[in-house]
């Protein structure tokens, strides 16, 4: 079972580094823990299980926050009446995306950033992005809104990036006039 001290914090350089692509079969070690992510995610979104453990909701998790340098991401969106829309992403690239701009209104959070944040992360309202399965099948999902900010979120970590490396350091609001907030 993953607990919160198995995420990486991003003081670690490991996050900073670009994370490897993948060859299928995927081994049982990556199963094991791309489902063992699943799991977390979907009881760090149940208030009463946080809330016991102490732990922080999330909807996305990369490997590389778990130590493991290889493109694959899992995705757990609680929607309101209950029910997850999931995704296990392998290898993914961005094949298109909108013009429109959007952020996080309530400020953008990551399980590996244990702080508060201030500032706004300029994020594509909608993205199609293509990948594999955890059986290798390539797939292509068109995602919009939260689930759009998800997948750019957890692409920029396989790439080693943080969302705080997005917001601008001089003007941490930059751009708030031009984009919608969700």
Do not use: W
């Not at 993914?92 to 309530?106: C, D, F, R």
């Not at 201030?118 to 594999?132: D, F, K, L, Q």
């Not at 979120?153 to 708030?176: A, C, S, W």
């Amino acid at each position: 079972m993953l607990k919160e001290c198995d995420i990486l914090d991003e003081k670690v350089k490991l996050l900073r580094k670009k994370s490897e692509k993948v060859t299928f079969p995927l081994s049982k070690e990556d199963k094991k823990l791309i489902n063992d992510a699943i799991d977390y995610l979907r009881k760090s979104q149940d208030e009463e299980y946080a809330k016991k453990y102490d732990i922080r909701g999330g909807m996305g998790l990369a490997l590389v926050q778990l130590g493991v340098l290889k493109r694959i991401f899992v995705i757990s969106y609680k929607h309101e009446d209950g029910h997850f829309e999931e995704y296990t992403v392998i290898n993914p690239k961005i094949i298109s995306h909108s013009e429109e701009l959007i952020y996080v209104e309530e400020g953008e959070g990551c399980l590996s950033v244990n702080r508060e944040v201030e500032g706004i992360v300029p994020r594509y309202a909608r993205v199609t992005v293509e990948y594999y399965d955890i059986n290798g099948q390539k797939t292509e999902t068109r995602a919009r809104e939260e689930i759009a900010v998800a997948f750019q979120h957890e692409i920029d970590h396989l790439d080693g990036i943080l969302f705080v490396d997005k917001i601008d350091k001089k003007n941490p609001f930059k751009g708030k006039d031009i984009m919608r907030p969700i």
